[in-house]
């Protein structure tokens, strides 16, 4: 079993950058396909990143393609999702979420597939 904890959000200006971190506790990073989602208020939760147990596969939301990028540090056990050009509409609670994969390339972009969740954190974006 794996522990997740978001950190990192905070209330931005429209165009400005954040980095946000989830770090594992438990076990390792490894056997796990590693994602990002949002969920903004009256909305339900979205797909916003994810990448492959490998690292070597990611996979973007239309709507942060080009902006976001996720990334991850297996030795250091905790995923990133880095984003650029913020815009108010990407004000959201963001989760991290792990999924157990056997395979090392596969990314998933269904909730429904992810084990582990974190508490999430708040994004606020003004305009």
């Known amino acids: 079993q794996v522990q997740l904890v978001e950190s990192g959000g905070q209330l931005v200006q429209t165009g400005g950058s954040l980095r946000l971190s989830c770090a594992a506790s438990?076990?390792?990073?490894?056997?796990?396909?590693m994602g990002w989602f949002r969920q903004a208020p009256g909305k339900e939760r979205e797909f916003v990143a994810a990448?492959?147990?490998?690292?070597?596969?990611?996979y973007y939301a239309d709507s942060v393609k080009g902006r976001f990028t996720i990334s991850r540090d297996n030795t250091k056990r905790t995923v990133y999702l880095q984003m650029n050009s913020l815009k108010p509409e990407d004000t959201a609670v963001y989760f991290c979420?792990?999924?157990?994969?056997?395979?090392?390339?596969?990314?998933?972009?269904?909730?429904?597939?992810?084990?582990?969740w974190g508490q999430g954190t708040q994004v606020t974006v003004s305009s």
């Open positions: 979420a792990a999924a157990s994969s056997s395979s090392a390339l596969f990314v998933d972009t269904r909730s429904t597939e992810y084990d582990y």
């Open positions: 438990g076990r390792t990073l490894s056997p796990y396909a």
């Open positions: 990448m492959s147990r490998s690292g070597t596969n990611s």
